[in-house]
């Protein structure tokens, strides 16, 4: 079941084309939609049983089949450049040209008011803190900063960006400088969620991969995905600001690091 | 240090391990002084919940010393005795807030895991695999203990460990399945499973107020702690006619609630559904083993509720959901919200309603944990519940 829609999907991408039934929202088509839920729930069942980490990436590969088909997103089209938003003259992503790139969005709600993660976030160097692939950021003056992060296997990538848009305690807007290694873009929205719920938060990255679009997919294959990235940065977001640290077991002991 | 660690199915050992570290500013250490074991820990054992590693260190019922703190806990000092719930909470979050303390935001770390296989994360707990955060659990000489600030409760100088370990769980989680009964005056309350969680059930049905309470297990001497200490009549599972007699108990009315305190380990007697479900198990068909469950939902009164504190982790067969949609059934589960009735049960114990130390029928050494949780799975030996000393 999971290699026919595979290889399907791999052909469409091959001739540029959005499979059948594609729409903005729901980009897999109807009928590959059930078999995915199917045939994933028998695969994630399947890997479920088997108590071993080999069952485990099984029952996760089940659950994503799952998931795409109950809400008929591919995250595959997505980060193999089908579906993302064409140009337009008015895209506040001009650092990335339109129709190239990838670009993520994702929200998260935090039990705080927007003022306070507007400010947080507004101090650049406070990224690294929770968005894992930095290693620094310098506010270098005039809106102006200088990014480093890791890049693939053990290199580090650097560039300068400003800040624009400013919308106090609503929104803030990043772009990388002509000349940069990774074009790419950014913003952050805070909306308050009703009756003192928190605040909404929305972040929306584009970056052209050096390695092109089909890069970003082969690299969410291997988990460093952009979608995966920012979904897990927005996650130590909120932890840090809701609870002042990030959850963690690195360093923790075990049976493993007796030597047994 | 020395430490439970899990290796594999049907394979726990105890090692010795580098003592754990603070690694977060609101982290305690805890020198533990009593642990217990778990049913919840026997799904590890055999294999049933996925993402543990070999090394893994298990235990979720610990209680202890406070050894050091992070620079965030100001409300524990070096030397305080604590019991600890097995949920780790942060106290800050939308769930934390609203007193849904197991669902907390805050505290996996592999949260991306559940949020694959269950839509959304729920909190880290100790040790029970790294679906669940991967933390090192407490069946071993000291323990790391996150949001120590929000979690551990202090234990007053007279009552004895014993008395209050069970407040890091089983307490806690039979009480939450009685109260989610919503049980009023003049109801009868049917629990499945006498072990350690059936039997809090039980007791806690009765001090919410239950009228009955009717006990279902196979096992004799489970059985006749639940008639003699917890008061319940009770039935025997092997036999067949477990819903008509449930039925002519309660005057062909049915239970007014029902509470599954088996989980996805159930043995089925010798109903037809267990064979089926035993065989699609093992042909990866299904995940869990929902016998009990489904003989709760046929047997429950119209209109009654469902309350589920017995663990499940995948999908289910074959649940009679035509039966739960069309008698108006009400379903209430899930992991305990220990930190909600962490206090009010300690008043409880303290105010001489319940000891939770009834329970106990072993203790033991850490160095024997392997041994224990052989004759626990086995039902070797009378054995209802085993605390161990580190
Ligand atoms: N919700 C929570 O937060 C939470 C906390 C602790 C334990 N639990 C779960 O509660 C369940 C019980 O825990 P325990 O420590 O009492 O475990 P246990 O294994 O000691 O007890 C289970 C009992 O159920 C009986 N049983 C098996 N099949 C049955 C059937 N078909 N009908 C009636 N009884 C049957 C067994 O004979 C046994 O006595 C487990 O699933 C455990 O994981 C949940
Ligand atoms: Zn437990
Ligand atoms: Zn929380």
Redesign the pocket.
Known sequence: MATSETALTQEQIDRGEAPQGYTRDVNVGEIERWASAIGGGALAVYGLTRGTYGGIALALLGASLVHRGTTGHCYAYDAAGVNTAKSASDNPFVSVEGGRGVKVEKSVTINRSPGELYNFWLNFENLPRFMNHLEEVRVTGDGRSHWVAKGPAGTSVEWDAESYNLKENEMIAWRSLEGSQVANAGSVHFTPAPEGRGTEVRVVLKYDPPAGVLGAWVAKLFGEAPEQQIEEDLRRFKQLMETGETATVTGQTSGRTAGA | MKALCWFGKNDVRVEDVPEPKILNPRDAIIRVTRTAI???D??LLDGYIPTMERGDILGHEFMGEVVEVGGEVKNLNVGDRVAVPFTISCGNCFFCRRELWSLCDNTNPNAAIPEKLYGFTTAGLFGYSHMTGGYAGGQAEYARVPFADVGPVKIPGHLEDEQALFLT??FP?GYMAAENCDIRPGDTVAV???????QFAIKSAYLLGASRVIA????PE?IEMARTEGRAETLD?DDEYIFDKLKEMTGGRGPDSCID????E????GSFDAYLDKAKAAAFLATDRP??LRQAIHSCRKGGTVSI???YGGFLDKIPFGAAFQKGLTFKM???HVQKYLRPLLKLIEDGKIDPSFVITHRMRLEDAPQGYHIFKNKQDNCIKIVLKP
Request: hydrophobic residues 35%; aromatic residues 6%; contains cysteine.
């Open positions: 778990c049913g919840s026997l799904h769980d089983i989680t499945w499973g006498c072990g350690p969680v059936g279902i297990d196979r096992v489970r599972f305190a088996v989980g996805m159930a043995h089925g007697g016998h009990a504190p017995g663990v899930g992991q305990t």
